[in-house]
């Protein structure tokens, strides 16, 4: 197989190329310690590591070897999961729902041993919505009501476009540190991470019944106030979205 060398745009190239990070080999060799410990499965493994390049930004280089999802047009081989995220990056960037950013996409296959790198930012300006619970318990009622709204409105527009996110927890909900707008936050402060298992659903209700279910089950620090909150903004922006597509 040909092997994949993708960015998403020059400037993630010229980025990484300024560290001398713009190709494969240079990546797969880096000497990093290991962020998260690798996860060993079936004959495989995937790892992530956090490094700083040289204009003081910070990366998060995740490499694996062998370890695979099947899709429906590859169900017996399978792909690199850390392809899927990719992809699944690049989809939710087209439909303007927060993501993180990807600066590259790399695979080879070699000898029956099948490697794959996925490069992304380091979202250091933000945290999760539960890392943001728990710092922020007693911030103003205001600012908090708007993160809520926020995070729904996210959720909704994901769901607009019948992607399923399928891990959808607080952990893998990333909200901006400081509102970008005064102190009211906005659906922009919302990112969403770790898309290896995003995919298309057969229908908005079923994606969005999945999904919700999951985040109110492992989304810690949320009061029944609040998912009223997260409820009324949701059902508002679905609305909204759907007299925008129905206009066009």
């Not at 991470?193 to 995919?199: G, M, V």
């Not at 985040?215 to 909204?240: C, K, N, P, V």
Request: with cysteine; proline share 3%; glycine share 6%.
């Amino acid at each position: 197989m040909k092997p994949r060398d993708l960015f998403p745009d020059a400037a993630a190239r010229q980025q990484l190329g300024t560290s001398g990070l713009a190709d494969f080999e240079a990546l797969w060799a880096l000497s990093t310690d290991w962020h998260e410990a690798p996860n060993e499965r079936r004959g495989g493994w995937s790892g992530v590591s956090r490094y700083r390049l040289d204009d003081g930004s910070a990366i998060f280089l995740k490499r694996q070897e062998n370890h695979l999802c099947r899709t429906l047009r590859h169900p017996f081989r399978g792909i690199p999961t850390f392809y899927r995220e990719y992809l699944n990056i690049l989809r939710l960037r087209q439909h303007q729902v927060g993501a993180v950013d990807a600066l590259y996409y790399g695979d080879r296959l070699e000898v029956g041993r099948w490697r794959a790198i996925l490069v992304t930012r380091a979202l250091d300006s933000h945290l999760s919505l539960d890392d943001w619970n728990d710092a922020a318990a007693q911030s103003e009622q205001p600012q908090r009501q708007s993160l809520i709204a926020a995070t729904a409105q996210a959720c909704a527009r994901l769901h607009h476009h019948c992607l399923q996110h399928s891990c959808l927890y607080g952990k893998h909900v990333f909200v901006s540190r400081s509102p970008a707008s005064n102190r009211s936050y906005q659906e922009s402060d919302v990112r969403f991470i770790d898309l290896e298992k995003l995919r298309k659903g057969i229908s908005r209700e079923r994606v969005s019944r999945r999904d919700l279910d999951q985040l109110m089950r492992h989304t810690s620090g949320w009061s029944d106030a609040d998912w009223t909150i997260f409820r009324s903004a949701y059902r508002l922006q679905r609305e909204i979205l759907q007299r925008q597509g129905a206009v066009r």
